[in-house]
């Protein structure tokens, strides 16, 4: 993509949410379970309690950039928030979509996978 920089906090998170959930699946089809299972184990990874502890275990690790990425996404207005997690968590969570979308629009896999080996190690969900 062109200029990623350009696109809104709202579009970098509706593909960041798809990436992160593809990376979380991607995982969790190691384990070899039935379908049912595994949809179970990644819902507990795509939410947003899950994301905002995820981020947590990341912001030490990124560059003053990659935080300005995720502060756009964490400020963006929302119209909702999901009764399974306080206003700060789905911020945050948006934050992380945001940052994940962004480094696959722009061609950043290494990174979105490094950053996303770090919270698979570390995560207790």
């Not at 206003?87 to 290494?110: I, M, N, P, R, V």
Request: glycine share 8%; aromatic share 10%.
């Amino acid at each position: 993509m062109d200029n990623v920089n350009l696109l809104s906090p709202s579009v970098l998170a509706f593909v960041g949410d798809a990436v992160y959930g593809l990376l979380v699946r991607t995982r969790l089809a190691e384990i070899n379970r039935s379908s049912g299972d595994l949809h179970a184990l990644s819902v507990k990874y795509v939410s947003a309690t899950a994301q905002a502890e995820a981020f947590s275990l990341i912001e030490g690790e990124l560059s003053e950039k990659e935080l300005s990425i995720f502060r756009r996404g964490r400020n963006f207005h929302t119209g909702n928030t999901p009764k399974s997690a306080t206003g700060g968590q789905y911020h945050t969570a948006t934050g992380l979509e945001c940052l994940f979308g962004f480094f696959h629009l722009s061609g950043q896999t290494d990174r979105e996978k490094q950053l996303f080996e770090i919270i698979w190690k570390n995560q207790t969900v």
